[in-house]
């Protein structure tokens, strides 16, 4: 299987070279040459699988020259969780909450970056590539912690986290600063996510950036969702989460599922519209905004519009306003038009917004479905269903709380429903309380014990532990300090190789 750049479908690389590479070298993203198909018998087989063996068998399928290797890579990423790493949870006939957050730092990013190192080291032996591989990524919030918690001490590879100074919870931030590990590095830019995206995409196509750690046997990589290796796992849960509908007598085989996804960079959604592609029957995706709310506009007046202005918000992982992955829908919509998304793309850099044709929105509608809650709207959605059902989710989760009640009320569409839950409550204690009524202690420690007593849920062990942690991270950058940041440290890396 080949994979094509979303601006430049004449050179085609394999998964593993999609992998390595991260981005394709004029800046678009990768895309299988097609989707791979999955037919409702081997749905019917993968009933009997485990997860691992579920995700291994549908990353062999993007992934085949990665071969037997792909299921011990699976089974050692979701080791690393609680118990199964994509639980389903049923709150009511049809209303079901597939748990993403069992992995080591609390969010659906493990789910994909426990397994991204095994996939690239796999990658690199498969492509016979033998550079030592440099990691940028730009978080949110709970990206880079997977991703240093995912890569630490992992051989030939090195990792650097730059988040929004200010712009993540005291528990991410807690988490981020106090990571150990002989190749990892966190710094803070002076800015927001879309400034530190920003940087780390430019430091991608910095060349003279590139040849100077070149020189020192490093090549860049990115764990961001823009990497293929960063979906391919994400499609996975889709698949298992239909499957355990299926083998639980909640649907018969074959009928459409819609699934509501708390959305920021469009990573998560995009995975749930390739398992579509793929074969999956799903009805509707609901896309679920904040208040950053530019996404769900996208889909109601065809027109990105990133020039708006910015909010913080209860929900950090999803305060966004350019959506990297939506480049690789916009593809799709086109007709997979190279210089059409090009020129959209150019245009959103220049102008900060562009638009699609009318045609291309009818596509997008019959798949997608788009709305938004402003903080008040997430917050009652949160206590709301606490009330009814008596489950407590995450702000984010939150967000698709409200976006799926009001898209209930206004469809009455009674097609079986699955909320994508991104967080535990437990990694945004403060404004989970808050949202529930209660008061906030003034510590996260306090909190944490609070929330456990109002909710019932068992806190995880290593968020407690978290609290005893030293300080090891406290480099702060400016938008332009990358560069320099990211010599030094392949400097330092490379000493310490020696
Ligand atoms: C990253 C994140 C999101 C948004 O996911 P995208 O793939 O960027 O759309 C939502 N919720 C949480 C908790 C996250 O960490």
New binding site residues.
């Given amino acids: 299987m080949k994979y094509i750049s979303t601006r430049d479908t004449g050179h085609g690389v394999s998964g593993a070279r999609a992998i390595i590479q991260g981005i394709s070298p004029e800046g678009g993203l990768y895309v299988p040459e097609q989707f791979p198909f999955i037919s409702s018998g081997e749905l019917k087989m993968m009933m009997s699988q485990s997860y691992p063996e579920r995700s291994a068998y549908i990353l062999s399928k993007f992934l085949p020259e990665l071969g037997e290797q792909l299921l011990d890579a699976c089974e050692k990423a979701y080791s690393r969780f609680d118990g199964d790493a994509a639980p389903l949870v049923k709150l009511d006939d049809g209303l079901f909450i597939l748990e993403l957050?069992h992995g080591p730092t609390y969010?659906?990013?493990d789910i994909a970056l426990t397994l991204l190192p095994s996939l690239l080291t796999l990658s690199k032996k498969a492509e016979g590539e033998t550079s030592d591989t440099l990691v940028l990524v730009a978080t949110?919030?709970?990206?880079g912690k997977a991703a240093l918690e995912g890569f630490k001490d992992a051989p030939n590879t090195a990792v650097i986290t730059l988040f929004p100074t200010g712009g993540v919870s005291n528990l991410q931030k807690l988490q981020m600063v106090t990571q150990e590990g002989e190749n990892v590095l966190v710094a803070s830019v002076n800015g927001n996510f879309d400034d530190a995206q920003t940087a780390v995409k430019n430091a991608f196509a910095d060349g003279e950036l590139k040849k100077y750690i070149e020189e020192k046997g490093w090549k860049f990589s990115s764990a961001n969702?823009i990497n293929f290796g960063r979906l391919a796992p994400?499609i996975a849960y889709y698949f298992s989460s239909y499957i355990d509908l299926m083998e639980s007598g909640q649907i018969m085989a074959g009928e459409p599922v819609n699934f509501c996804?708390?959305?920021?960079?469009?990573?998560?959604?995009?995975a749930a519209y390739y398992a579509k592609e793929m074969g999956l029957p799903i009805g509707k995706l609901i896309c679920a905004s904040n208040k950053n709310n530019v996404l769900s506009d996208f889909f109601e007046k065809g027109e990105y519009d990133a020039d708006r202005e910015f909010y913080k918000t209860a929900?950090p992982?999803?305060d966004?306003l350019i959506?990297s992955?939506l480049e690789r829908l916009i593809f799709e919509a086109s007709g997979r038009d190279a210089a059409i998304t090009k020129k959209r793309m150019d245009e959103l850099k220049q102008t900060g917004s562009y638009s699609v044709t009318e045609k291309e929105l009818a596509f997008l509608s019959q798949t997608f479905t788009a709305g938004w809650a402003d903080e008040d709207e997430a917050k009652e959605a949160l206590g709301g269903f606490f009330e009814e059902y008596g489950y407590v989710t995450?702000t984010?989760?939150a967000v698709a709380l409200s976006v799926y009640s009001r898209y209930i009320a206004e469809t009455e569409d009674a097609t079986p429903t699955v909320i994508v839950s991104?967080?535990s409550p437990y990694?945004f204690v403060g404004s989970v309380l808050t949202a529930l009524g209660e008061s906030v202690p003034d510590s996260d420690k306090k909190a944490i014990a609070k929330l456990e007593d109002v909710s019932a849920m068992p806190v995880p062990e290593t968020l407690t532990a978290l609290f005893s942690k030293k300080v090891l991270h406290s480099t702060v950058i400016e938008k332009d300090g990358l560069s320099d940041l990211v010599k030094k440290f392949a400097d330092d890396m490379t000493a310490k190789k020696k």
């Fill in positions: 957050w969010a659906f990013k949110s919030g709970d990206t969702s994400q996804v708390p959305t920021g960079n469009f990573g998560n959604i995009l929900s992982s999803m966004i959506s992955n995450d984010h989760t991104t967080a990694k």
